[in-house]
């Protein structure tokens, strides 16, 4: 019993029970989900503003949109290299490895891109359709890579929701960052429908991060390691959580203030708020996702202290804690 008391401090108090080079390499994967996400984000913008909006294209966000999946890639291509033997094995198992399905689809969403920034491009739809597609299936891959991992705290459906989110919350509020610059004196009633469009995808996504997170910390999931991971949060990271929730909460505020304002006489005022959307939608994902990666506990059959802590037969986290 002292021994678990005395890992339970150990765990509350800061130390890393992860292996060294673990912990090293989460900001390369924090780049390539959040880039990739957003890419994929702005593109969907893209294609909602052309086609059903009739605005026409926008080429900087294209070239944004391509940019940042580019760094995305390089970024989970720097995080591979680190084992040569793993990487190898995540390019050449796309039949079974999800991991190695994330990769390929990311490398083909790029090319897709690339293509559609070429000089002389012009629309269509068929080649737009199969672009999105793809996207969407390294989103899916991207998700699926964590969810059939043997760590509670990301094989849950939050890590879903939370990718999907982060797409909407990114991607739109980017797009509607560079139609406020670029019409900010001069709002029309097309980039007005843009508006509204965005900032109530905006709003929805962030409800549903918000309630997807509470869920999370408040689940009765019998799982000792996802226990320990929700109490990661609630504890060690509470400062990262509550980031996330403020920025989130923010960015609720700002979109249903812009659906407001599209219906009023004030829509001049529209463009100034989606300016502001954009950094509050930044950091509440970005939080969140290193929030994601801090919070996880380490693989099951693993033998860490983590793991003799919280599979010790018998024992209650809260009740070891409050019997100090």
């Not at 019998?222 to 991971?229: E, F, G, H, I, T």
Request: include cysteine; hydrophobic fraction near 50%.
């Amino acid at each position: 019993m002292v021994f678990r008391l005395k890992a339970w401090k150990e765990l509350k108090g800061g130390v890393d029970l992860l292996k060294p080079e673990e912990a090293d390499y989460e900001a390369p994967l924090v780049v390539f989900t959040l880039l990739g996400q957003a890419s994929l984000g702005v593109y969907v913008g893209i294609l909602v503003s052309t086609y059903m909006l009739q605005i026409p294209l926008e080429l900087v966000a294209l070239h944004l949109s391509t940019l940042l999946m580019g760094i995305g890639v390089l970024a989970s291509i720097f995080h591979a290299s680190r084992n040569r033997l793993k990487a190898y094995r995540v390019i050449f198992n796309f039949k079974s490895s999800w991991l190695s399905r994330e990769v390929g689809l990311a490398a083909a969403f790029l090319l897709f891109l690339l293509a559609s920034t070429v000089p002389g491009y012009v629309l269509n739809s068929l080649y737009d359709a199969t672009t999105l597609i793809v996207g969407f299936l390294t989103l899916t891959a991207m998700a699926a890579s964590y969810m059939t991992l043997p760590r509670p705290s990301w094989s849950h459906y939050n890590t879903l929701v939370s990718f999907y989110c982060s797409t909407i919350l990114l991607g739109f509020s980017l797009l509607g960052f560079i139609y406020g610059l670029k019409y900010f004196e001069a709002i029309n009633a097309s980039i007005l429908a843009y508006h509204r469009v965005a900032s109530l995808l905006i709003a929805m996504a962030a409800l549903i991060r918000l309630a997807s997170l509470t869920l999370y910390l408040k689940g009765g999931d019998p799982d000792p390691v996802l226990r320990v991971s929700r109490e990661l949060m609630l504890n060690r990271f509470k400062p990262l959580l509550s980031l996330e929730v403020v920025f989130l909460l923010l960015s609720f505020v700002l979109a249903v203030s812009v659906q407001l304002l599209t219906f009023s006489g004030l829509a001049r005022y529209v463009n100034a708020l989606m300016l502001m959307t954009l950094p509050s939608t930044s950091i509440s994902e970005t939080t969140g996702r290193m929030l994601f990666y801090s919070s996880r506990g380490p693989p099951k059959g693993r033998i860490t202290v983590f793991n003799v802590l919280v599979r010790s037969r018998g024992l209650r986290l809260k009740g070891a804690v409050t019997g100090i």
